[in-house]
């Protein structure tokens, strides 16, 4: 028999909330809204985040914050609030 050989690191609802600077209460809201990844429930009163589908959320959420190319092209890439502020007359 082949053994696989895997590391997989759990997190408890208080690490998870103290990983994003919440209150564990958010962290449940979060879930039961559908906007963060279920624990997986290991008896009645015991429920672990995988630390991988944390770690996967979070790039989602960089994915969705990133520049779009329309976006860009639409408003000007070169466009900045500073740039902006530089044309203002005097």
């Avoid at 997989?8 to 600077?21: E, I, K, N, S, T």
């Avoid at 209150?23 to 995988?50: D, E």
Wanted: proline share 6%; charged share 30%.
């Amino acid at each position: 028999m082949e053994r696989t050989n895997y590391q997989r690191a759990f997190l408890d609802v208080h690490a998870v909330a103290r990983r994003y600077d919440v209150k564990r209460a958010t962290v449940w809201a979060w879930m039961q809204q559908g906007k963060f990844p279920q624990p997986i429930r290991l008896t009645a009163g015991c429920s672990r985040w995988a630390l991988n589908d944390l770690q996967k959320w979070e790039d989602e959420k960089r994915a969705e914050r990133a520049p779009r190319p329309e976006w860009e092209e639409r408003n000007g890439a070169s466009s900045s609030a500073a740039g902006r502020l530089n044309d203002l007359p005097a």
